[in-house]
């Protein structure tokens, strides 16, 4: 019992100097793009966990690549079978709404309760892009805030780019809620405008997640944290 009490109180004091020491792991804690959940899907074959959709990958910058499913509306189903990606970026422009899918940290946008929201918003009749950032899953680089909006904003680009005029939204969940927002404020700042903004699960700071969370509250009163 002594000896476990030891070694609590050894990695409770541990890792407040850890973190200054070696500020980097604060990314990965955030983001936690490390954990490629579920590891036994290829996310390059979307069908073995979602119908109607099809992979593809967009380069927001040089070097950087990132994975983006597109999830069809129930009105186009019955067509997709059989075919590729060309024709799927064709029926992007059929006049439905467009939902682009920023999911929160951890894992990949083939995560269970991630792919069943995809199916609701595709049975509604929403063609759903489901971006995994760079970092996450098999796209490459490192996250980073301003990564992160530039990853979305090329899907964003891309988007208006083949939809021909339909209405999109930002769909951000958690950590994506703070990427949807920064994304809206790029955009607004460029002169354009998104049409709408859909915030789940959403925060207000990092600092403020933070300081509220379990683990850090045990670290709050020491001087600096």
């Known amino acids: 019992m002594k000896r476990a009490a030891c070694f609590l109180l050894s990695v409770y004091a541990a890792a407040p100097v850890i973190l200054y020491l070696l500020p980097w792991i604060l990314g990965h804690v955030i983001f936690c793009h490390f954990l490629k959940f579920p590891f036994s899907v290829d996310l390059s074959r979307p069908a073995d966990v979602l119908n109607h959709t099809c992979n593809f990958y967009l380069s927001p910058e040089e070097g950087v690549s990132v994975g983006v499913w597109h999830t069809l509306p129930a009105s186009q189903w019955e067509g997709s079978v059989g075919r590729g990606p060309e024709w799927y970026r064709e029926a992007l422009g ?98 354009s405008a998104v049409d709408a903004v859909i915030l789940e699960a959403a925060f207000t700071t990092i600092g403020e997640v933070v300081a509220i969370h379990p683990v850090t509250k045990m670290y709050m009163f020491l001087p600096g944290i």
């Not at 929160?104 to 083939?110: K, P, V, W």
């Not at 049975?123 to 490192?142: I, K, M, N, P, Q």
């Not at 090329?154 to 703070?178: E, K």
């Open 94 to 191: 059929d006049g439905r709404p467009v939902i682009i899918y920023l999911h929160g940290n951890l894992g990949t946008r083939a995560i269970h309760h991630r792919v069943e929201l995809v199916k609701i918003l595709s049975a509604a009749g929403y063609h759903v892009l489901s971006l995994d950032y760079r970092g996450f899953g098999d796209s490459t680089g490192e996250p980073s805030e301003e990564g992160l909006t530039r990853d979305a904003l090329c899907l964003h680009d891309w988007v208006l780019q083949h939809s021909r005029g339909a209405s999109v939204a930002l769909w951000g969940h958690s950590l994506g809620s703070g990427v949807a927002t920064n994304t809206a404020v790029k955009l607004q700042d460029q002169g």
